[in-house]
Each structure stands twice: as C-alpha cells, then as structure tokens.
C-alpha cells in the first residue's frame, strides 16, 4: 500500500473512502489479549486472557473486566488506558440513566449509547479513535421494578395494574469496535486469539439458547485456552466474570466467576487441550488463515 | 532519509497500532535517574538515587526530595519530569484529604492510582495535549494491606509485587525478579536491603551508594492494626540503613539485622 | 380540556367563581422546602453489647392523617449499617436514591474496601450540611447504626442542619422526648452498653416503640426493626405491637367526652 498522507490525520476519508486512523485504532485492538463474551439461556460470560507481561506483576490483581453498573460488565482488548476511559464513560451513562429515568440502564441502550460515544472519537482531528473493542454483558431485570418514589404496593388491577403474564428482560451482549460500529452477539470474540476464539464460539451454536451460564464458564475457560498461542506469549491469567438473572447464581448482578469454579473450568480446559492435540492440529489450522 | 510521520502528536496512530508520543514520554521516564520499590505482606519501601539534574533539584527539594508523602498511609517516588510528578501529586493529594473529609476514610489505594490513570489516558486522546513526561511508583497501606503500584505516562497503572523505574531501572528489575519470593515473608530491614541491592545494581561501575545519593521511605502495618507512617530517611538518617547494608556484608547477616533493628526501634 | 396546565384539575371559574391562583407564584424569589410536608415519626436506637438495635414506624402522614401505612423508613448498606430516617418522606426517598448510587459507585472497584456506619454517618451529615448550606434543606433527622473501623457497635444521628450527635440511646421526633429517658434508663451511658444483650436491647426498643405508640398521635402499630451485629443485618419490616394495653387511658381525662 501507498501511503498518501491521508492517513495522518484522524475524520479525514482516503480517496477510496477510507478512514485509516480508525483502522491504526484496530491494529492496537489485534496485538491485546483474546477477551471473549457468551450469551446463554441465563445469563453471561465474560472472560479475558491477561497475559503476564512481567514477573514482577501481582498475581490476581490488575482486574481487566469492569463492573459498569450492577447488572452491566464490560471487557475490553487493546490499550488497556483506553480501555478504562471507556468504562468511566459506561459507568457515567449508567448512572445518569438511574438519576434519570430511575431505574437499571438497559443493555441495549448502553451499548447504543457507548457506540455512539466510540463513534465521536473518528469524527474530529482533535481526537484520535478508541484503541480498544469492546465487549458488553449485561442481564436486564426480568421482574417488575418499584416505581421510584413509590408508597405502598400500588393498584391490583385496572389501571395502572399488572399483566401477571407478561415477561421482559433476560441476557444481552454486545461488542464494539473502534469506528463505533457495534452489534448484537451471541458469542462475540476480540483481540489477538479471535480468529480461533469466534471458530470455538460458532461449534456452540449459541444461537439455539440452549447453552447453560456454567456450561458457558466452561466453555469460555476452554476457549481463552484454546486461544492462547503459547509459541509466541508467556504465561497468562484468566480472569472471568459472570452475569446470571434474579434466580441464577449471581441474582442478577455483575459478578467475577467464583475462584474455585474458575479453577475446575481451568482444569476442565488444560484437559480438553491436552486431548485436542492428540487427535488434531485443525485448530492451528484456523490459525494459520489468519 | 526516513522520516516517521506517525510520531508528531499524541493523537495520531501508526499503522501498527502505536502512538509514538507516548512512547517517547515513556523515553522521558528512562532518563529519569533509578527509583526501586517493593512490598512485604507488612511492609512498603521505596529506596532512589538522589542524582537528579539541577533543574530536578530545584523544583523537588523544596518538599522532601525525590518522594512525596501524599497522605499519612501513602507516598510516590518518581523518574522523569519532576514537574509533571508535582502536578500529579498535588493531584493525589486533593482526592485523599477529600476522601478524609467525605467519608473519614483514608483513600483506598488502587482507587487513587486508577484516578490519575485515567487522568493520564485523556492527555494521551486528545490533540493539543502531551502525554505526562513521568513514572511514578505509589507505596502505601490500606485496610487490604501494603501495595504497591507503577505508573506510566501511557496511563497505564499495575500492582507489582516490585517494581523499578528510571535509568539503567532494568539491571533492578532482573535482581528483583530473582529474588522475588523472599520479599513476601521479609522484615522490614531485610526489605530495605533488598532494595538497595536492587538499586546498587543499577548504578554505573565507579558508584556506591552514599548518604549523599540515597534516600529510604518505609511505610508498615504497626502494631494492633494501627499504621507506621509513611517515613522518610534523608542524609544523615539513611546511614542506618547503609550500615546495615555494609555490615551484613562483612558479618553474619542474621546478627546484624536484628541488631540494627534495636537500634531504628529505640 | 384546554392549553392552559394551570387550568387543569382546578375547579371551573363558571360554576365554581374566579380561582384564586395566588399561590402559584409566577415571580418572586426561589422558594426552598420550609417544612416538611409528608413525614415520619420517632426513629429509635440503643447499642447492645455485640451491635446495635433500630426501630421505626411504618407510618407516612400528611399532616395530622395517616396518610401511608407501609412505608419502610429503615434502609441497610452494604449488609452492615441501618439507616432510620425521620421527617420528610420525599427527602428521604431522595437520600435513598444517593445511597444506591454510592452503593453501585463503591462496587466499581471490587477491591475489599466497604463504607461502614460510621463512613456513611459521615457522608450523610456532609450531604445534610451542604444542602442546609444552599438554604434548601432535606427534611431529616437520620440514625445511622452499625459498626465503627474497629468493629464496634456505632450509632450516631445527623439532622437536616448537618449537626451531628452520638450517644448509646439515641431518639428522633417524638421519641427525643419519649423514649430516649426509658432507653437511657437501661442504657445510661457508654459503659453499661457492654452489660446489655441484644434480647434486652430488643425488649426495650419494643416497649418503646409501644410507649410511642400510645402517646404520639402520629405513630403507628406497625413497625420495622433491625438488629446490626458483625455478623450481618436482621430486618424485619412488618412487625406488629404486641400485648397492648389501653388501660392507662381510662385515667387520662382532658381530651373528647371526657371533660372532668
């Protein structure tokens, strides 16, 4: 490629229309640790490969999975400062939805709002893009929630009553990358592993809804594993996170997976590793088409 | 001749990826002389060589030299420009005696270090802006126990087990590295000496280490739960942990430990 | 239905006369809250040896009528600190509101740092203070019980003027008057607090929650109690007066038929 000068500078199009400063911003995202997020029947998995870029770091600190709001976690890949300025924004949308419209923020909302906060940032020379892509799950609230400021029970019936039958809420997942674009997943992949990550994801047929949250802890682990590339980086730490609705395990909160299921997942997947590379090496082969 | 467009703001990325200004900032932290730092399950120290240049001098002797004690529970040293440790510092102050006033909490520690990551990350977004030319490492205590942190002009902050930053910080940090699983269970004299080995290792072949060129800051869970707070040693006062590093070269190290330590504590 | 909302819900001028809309006033200076307009009664506390005991009424008047019969005006944090809440219901709502927030706000990080009582009783009095600084004050007189730093059982109250105040018993409302003399009774001062149980704390926050029950016209039968320990928080919200007795107001003479 010829490079024309168009690409030094951030909203300004190529002549065949293309903005490069936003597709510098993916390079950064390309180089991160594999982050993966899963959409179950009850809930989500988030799961990120820290990769131990010193002996000296502490082991089981510098958390990567961020707590948004109660119900929201976001992971993200690519420069960890960005990152976090991305989750300060999340936070700040939560929060003023609450003060706003009183009540939890909507996954779907706060991706929609994060992707339009991402996509500002490829507008203006002022401002360079986003060096991450990020994952968002989050559980809305399938019960009824208190009218805020609300005394006493409220009516039975007529209006302002309820429809006992009606059902809202349940898992979201959603990723977005530097230009802001962003869409709805069931499984959804970024980073340096995402190739063999988003092959592992697609065998799950998530789309069926049928796969469980700790089937999902399961197979999050063994994917981040599986995407691992153990020739070119040292050691790594995962680290996962879960959301589950009001009668799984988290009770609806964004929580990090609790340490002894987070080893057995481990365990499970060194495992299942392990008997891969016996029977093939169709894994590597995803790799190498990279 | 080549000549690296990509590198003349902080808001401009190469095409792999890299934003060549921060880098540079990160350059800036390396010309910085060494700071070492390092956490027991009961101690934090941080041990510097005072070589600053004369400009480093003016600016950081007027308060305490080459560390701040921010709050009573926690303090920095830094490599790199002084000034923009000054702006940082002044910073971390406010959020701790705001966190005292606020809630009568002495600030949580990786709270207050996020806190000027994320003020570094938005110089590194934004044009007209420059990446802060310093590194910094925080030591100190809270109610979960001693930690330590580093911080880098990228924004980028980590707990560290130790750390090392500054010119020549590497020859540190493999020392570091090798005798990683002694700190944990050291005392704090043992912690001491681990870091002025550490620093020792970085200075160039003709140089010792002196009361003249070293200084020492300790900060340890007191008795009953209750705080030693963040203390400095300066001139003359670092002779005791000077000594204690020469004698235990001449003697029965476990000996001379313990009496050293009668003495600091009397 | 016209355009004009100030119209709207008011009597008709045809049937009814010119409406006297004076009141809703189009200039002048900003007004402030200047009174409480629903509220709640007594709030009250006394430390026992391992924690604390707190009670309150779940009555909500507007005025002299019993206007809300289920309102909750016991709150936890964190599983470790009550917070009772006296005077205006609306504020109070809105301090619950700053709670929650704080509450998501101190889970960001998931470091092992919590706000305890005596924290929270620090930011609230901070939030009080400003507010009766801005000359728009939120119509409170809170208690906040838990445990201190040092794990020890903490109780302090913080009032719409920021004015902060601790002591073993502690009484808003009515109860400053009733039922602090009956609590200090058993609980004079700080050093007896390690000779109370949580039994006897219990039994005597009820017989006072009785006492005020039978002499502020602004009370109800139903209440909420809370018991903070180390070990957690036991509320329960829907508590009813037990063994009441009407007796003592055969005596009391002065008020409706009884004139002599």
């Known amino acids: ?117 991402v996509q500002m940032y490829t507008l203006y020379s002022s401002v360079r893009p986003f060096g991450v892509t990020t994952i968002i799950g989050g559980w809305d609230s399938e019960e009824e929630l208190p009218v805020d400021g609300q005394v006493g029970s409220g009516p039975k019936m007529g209006a302002g009553g309820k429809d006992e039958s009606l059902r809202s809420g349940g898992p979201g997942l959603y990723m977005i990358e530097p230009s802001g674009l962003y869409w709805g997943y069931y499984g959804a992949a970024t980073g340096k592993g995402r190739q063999v990550a988003k092959g592992e994801l697609e065998k799950l047929n998530l789309q069926n809804g049928t796969l469980s949250l700790l089937e999902g802890v399961k197979e999050a682990a063994r994917i981040i594993y599986v995407a691992h590339d153990d020739s070119k980086d040292k050691d790594f730490e995962l680290e996962m996170t879960w959301i589950s609705g009001k009668d799984g395990p988290t009770k609806g909160r964004h929580e990090e997976v609790p340490a002894k299921l987070r080893e057995e997942a481990e365990k499970a997947a060194k495992k299942a590793l392990e008997g891969e590379d016996e029977e093939d090496d169709s894994s590597k082969g995803d790799k190498m088409e990279e | 001749m080549f000549r690296n467009n990509y590198d003349n703001d902080s808001v401009t990325f190469s095409p792999q990826g890299r934003i060549f200004q921060v880098e540079y900032a990160q350059e800036a932290v390396k010309q910085g002389s060494v700071v070492v730092g390092l956490v027991s399950k009961t101690h934090a120290v941080l041990v510097a060589l005072k070589e600053c240049s004369s400009y480093e001098k003016q600016l950081l002797y007027i308060n305490g030299g080459r560390y701040q004690g921010i709050d009573d529970h926690f303090g920095i040293a830094l490599a790199g420009l002084a000034s923009d440790a000054r702006v940082l510092s002044n910073f971390m102050k406010q959020q701790a005696l705001s966190s005292k006033l606020t809630y009568g909490r002495a600030i949580p520690l990786e709270r207050i270090v996020a806190s000027i990551g994320d003020r570094a990350q938005t110089n590194t977004q934004h044009y007209g802006k420059r990446p802060y030319g310093v590194g910094l490492l925080i030591a100190g205590i809270d109610v979960t126990g001693p930690h330590l942190y580093e911080f880098q002009p990228s924004g980028m902050t980590q707990e560290m087990v130790a750390c090392s930053i500054g010119a020549r910080s590497q020859t540190a940090r493999t020392y570091l590295e090798r005798n990683l699983d002694e700190f944990a269970n050291a005392s704090k004299e043992q912690l001491v000496q681990h870091g002025l080995k550490a620093l020792k290792n970085s200075l160039p072949q003709d140089k010792e280490l002196t009361i003249d060129n070293t200084t020492v800051a300790v900060i340890g869970m007191g008795k009953v739960g209750k705080l030693e707070n963040f203390k400095l040693y300066d001139g003359q006062d670092v002779s005791v942990w000077l000594d204690l590093d020469s004698e235990e070269k001449s003697e029965d190290t476990s000996a001379a430990t313990e009496g050293a330590a009668m003495e600091i504590d009397s | ?196 149980t949580q039994e006897a704390a219990v039994a005597a926050v009820k017989e006072c929650m009785k006492v005020l029950f039978y002499r502020d016209a602004r009370s109800l039968d139903k209440y909420s109690i809370a018991v903070v320990t180390n070990e957690g928080i036991d509320l329960k919200e829907d508590e009813k007066l037990e063994a009441q007795s009407w007796a003592f107001a055969e005596g009391i003479r002065g008020y409706g038929t009884q004139v002599s």
């Open chain 1, 1 to 117: 490629m010829v490079r024309t000068g168009y690409d030094l500078s951030n909203s300004v199009f190529s002549p065949d229309g293309r903005n490069f400063q936003v597709e510098y911003a993916t390079k950064a995202v390309e180089n991160g640790g594999t982050a993966i997020g899963i959409r179950c029947k009850d809930g989500v998995v988030l799961a990120v490969e820290k990769i131990i870029t010193s002996k000296l770091l502490k082991p089981g600190t510098n958390k990567r999975i961020a707590t948004v709001d109660k119900h929201v976690g976001v992971v993200s890949s690519g420069l960890v400062p960005d990152g976090r300025h991305f989750v300060s924004r999340a936070r700040d949308e939560a929060s003023s939805w609450r003060r706003f419209i009183k009540s939890p923020i909507p996954t779907s909302i706060i991706a929609s709002r994060l992707g339009s906060y």
């Open chain 3, 1 to 196: 239905m016209n355009h004009f909302p100030q119209a709207w819900g008011r009597p008709r001028d045809d049937i009814y006369g010119h409406y006297d809309a004076s009141f809703l006033q189009s200039s002048g200076p900003n007004q402030h809250t200047q009174s409480p307009v629903v509220t709640g009664t007594s709030v009250i506390a006394v430390k026992f040896k391992d924690g604390v005991v707190v009670a309150a009424d779940n009555l909500a008047s507007y005025g002299s009528l019993a206007r809300f019969t289920d309102v909750k005006r016991l709150r936890t944090f964190n599983d470790t600190t009550v917070i009772g809440f006296g005077g205006d219901v609306s504020d109070m709502q809105y301090l619950d509101r700053v709670l929650s927030s704080l509450d998501i706000k101190e889970s960001y990080a998931n470091d092992g740092h919590h706000l305890n009582a005596k924290n929270l009783h620090t930011y609230l009095a901070k939030v009080l203070y400003k507010r009766r600084s801005d000359f728009n004050p939120l119509w409170n007189q809170l208690l906040v019980a838990g445990t201190d730093d040092d794990g020890k059982p903490f109780l302090s109250s913080a009032d719409l003027l920021g004015t902060t105040f601790s002591a073993p018993t502690l009484a808003t409302g009515f109860g400053a008057h009733l039922a602090q003399p009956l609590l200090r009774r058993i609980v004079p001062d700080e050093a007896a607090v390690g000779g109370i």
